[in-house]
């Protein structure tokens, strides 16, 4: 086969989406509008949650669902070792202390007895992350939460009605992801107390830019007084939107508190909703390009990771392989030698306490022995849906070749 350049991730974007951005922007509304409002419908409904709240990213997300429960200083808030910073530095925003656990040997899911152990009396939330669109095991993390209620110490009322930890769980892979929980195949979102999805440029589904936070009902506090809260917090603590303030005589307003700015706007939503429309073939054809790759890499050393099973169905973001016997710099020469010859490849990730950022808060590599076994010898393979068959042939071909 003649050399091909093949892109890692490139957006997915047709005319249906230009033409969609066009109305809108002929529509003489562009920020937060009823798009917007739209989106966040359809996002509650498609993944079986209470509620969502449309923002300019996951990590806002995130930042806000720690906000919503106020979670800070003094408390602890555990995430997995193994993920990308953005389910971390949330953590650090609030002023609250992080604490990482290692994930299990083998896989990128937290190791769930490590995850038992490192609660305290000042821990407040778990942030499992649904890495690569697999879901991480929740029957267990409930199950440990539930186990550790004796010794929870809730300080706000969101935190009372809760009356245990938070899951707070990064979804920011798993739009559209499932699991079973409880005997039910359920899709991420409909699960954890709150979700953070990811609209990103290189997800499944984007609007640009963007993001959600869902969340289940928590008995004895209003859905729309949490969509309320949500909303100041994302507009600077405003009681009212632009949108409303347009109405003939009110434009008056009034600032709650001194919170952010993280609204998403009607141009990335209305993406959004014909990425939505769309969401089925795209999720159909990462499935397929997942199964071509498996029965196409021939080497025995080589871990794919499993996306479908019995007990859950990815929404296939990654594809991460595994290659047995090489360390970081034969990966990394793998990683080389097959841009040379046009295919781009990455590496998901470097585990948190490799990178400047965290050796500063006092994490060492050395405490985190899964976590770097799973990176020293894993690359990411493209897989988007921009990838025709024949590109996705020449990625086989020459990962075959050097593996």
């Given at each position: 086969?003649?050399?091909?350049?093949v892109?890692?991730?490139p957006?997915?974007?047709?005319?249906?989406?230009?033409?969609?951005?066009?109305?809108?922007?002929?529509?003489?509304?562009?920020?937060?509008?009823p798009?917007?409002?739209?989106?966040?419908?359809?996002?509650?409904?498609?993944?079986?949650?209470?509620?969502?709240?449309?923002?300019n990213?996951?990590?806002?997300?995130?930042?806000?669902?720690?906000?919503l429960?106020e979670?800070?200083?003094?408390?602890?808030?555990?995430?997995?070792?193994?993920?990308?910073?953005?389910?971390?530095?949330?953590?650090?925003?609030v002023?609250a202390?992080?604490?990482?656990?290692?994930?299990?040997?083998?896989?990128?899911?937290?190791?769930y007895?490590?995850?038992a152990?490192?609660?305290?009396?000042?821990?407040?939330?778990i942030?499992?992350?649904?890495f690569?669109?697999?879901?991480?095991?929740?029957?267990?993390?409930f199950?440990?939460?539930?186990?550790k209620k004796n010794?929870?110490?809730?300080?706000?009322s969101?935190?009372?009605?809760?009356?245990?930890?938070?899951?707070?769980?990064?979804?920011?892979?798993?739009?559209g992801?499932?699991?079973?929980?409880?005997?039910?195949?359920?899709?991420?979102?409909?699960?954890a107390?709150?979700?953070?999805?990811?609209?990103?440029?290189?997800?499944?589904?984007?609007?640009?830019?963007?993001?959600?936070?869902?969340?289940?009902?928590?008995?004895?506090?209003?859905?729309?007084?949490?969509?309320?809260?949500?909303?100041?917090f994302?507009?600077?603590?405003?009681?009212?939107?632009?949108?409303?303030?347009?109405?003939a005589?009110?434009?008056?307003?009034d600032?709650?508190?001194t919170?952010?700015?993280?609204?998403?706007?009607?141009?990335?939503?209305a993406?959004g909703?014909?990425?939505?429309?769309r969401?089925?073939?795209?999720?159909?054809?990462r499935?397929?390009m997942?199964?071509?790759?498996?029965?196409g890499?021939?080497?025995?050393?080589?871990?794919?990771?499993?996306?479908?099973?019995?007990?859950?169905?990815s929404?296939g973001?990654?594809?991460i392989?595994?290659?047995?016997?090489?360390?970081?710099?034969?990966?990394?020469a793998?990683?080389?030698?097959m841009a040379?010859?046009?295919?781009?490849?990455?590496?998901?990730?470097k585990?948190?306490?490799?990178?400047?950022?965290?050796?500063?808060?006092g994490?060492?590599?050395?405490?985190?022995?899964?976590?770097?076994?799973?990176?020293?010898?894993?690359?990411?393979?493209?897989?988007?849906t921009?990838?025709?068959?024949?590109?996705?042939?020449?990625v086989?071909?020459?990962?075959?070749?050097?593996v």
């Open positions: 086969m003649s050399k091909l350049s892109p890692f991730s957006p997915d974007i047709t005319d249906a989406e230009i033409n969609a951005v066009v109305e809108v922007l002929k529509s003489g509304w562009i920020t937060t509008g798009k917007t409002k739209e989106f966040e419908k359809k996002i509650a409904e498609y993944v079986g949650a209470a509620r969502a709240v449309c923002l990213s996951a990590t806002a997300a995130l930042e806000l669902g720690l906000r429960f979670i800070g200083e003094g408390d602890e808030v555990i995430v997995p070792a193994y993920t990308y910073t953005a389910s971390a530095s949330v953590v650090d925003h002023g202390k992080l604490v990482l656990v290692d994930v299990e040997a083998g896989t990128f899911h937290f190791d007895d490590k995850l152990e490192a609660i305290t009396d000042k821990t407040k939330a942030i499992p992350v649904d690569a669109g697999t879901m991480s095991d929740y029957e267990k993390i199950e440990i939460v539930e186990a010794i929870f110490k809730p300080s706000s969101y935190q009372k009605a809760l009356g245990r930890i938070l899951v707070l769980a990064d979804s920011a892979h798993g739009f992801a499932a699991a079973k929980f409880r005997g039910k195949l359920v899709k991420s979102g409909s699960i107390d709150l979700t953070a999805f990811s609209f990103h440029a290189v997800k499944n589904l984007t609007t640009a830019e963007g993001g959600a936070l869902s969340w289940n009902s928590i008995p004895g506090i209003e859905d729309e007084d949490t969509y309320k809260k949500l909303q100041l994302s507009l600077h603590g405003q009681n009212k939107d632009a949108l409303a303030k347009t109405k005589g009110a434009w008056e307003y600032i709650i508190g919170y952010y700015k993280c609204n998403m706007t009607d141009i990335m939503a993406i909703l014909v990425q939505f429309d969401y089925p073939e795209l999720l159909k054809r499935r397929d997942i199964e071509t790759y498996k029965k890499i021939e080497s025995d050393r080589v871990h794919i990771l499993e996306h479908f099973t019995d007990d859950y169905q929404s973001h990654l594809m392989v595994r290659v047995d016997g090489y360390d970081v710099e034969q990966r990394n793998l990683i080389t030698a040379e010859d046009g295919v781009s490849t990455n590496v998901h990730y585990p948190l306490p490799m990178h400047t950022a965290y050796k500063k808060l994490f060492d590599i050395k405490d985190y022995p899964n976590s770097y076994d799973m990176y020293k010898n894993e690359i990411t393979l493209p897989l988007h921009k990838l025709s068959d024949e590109d996705l042939a020449y086989i071909e020459t990962f075959n070749k050097y």
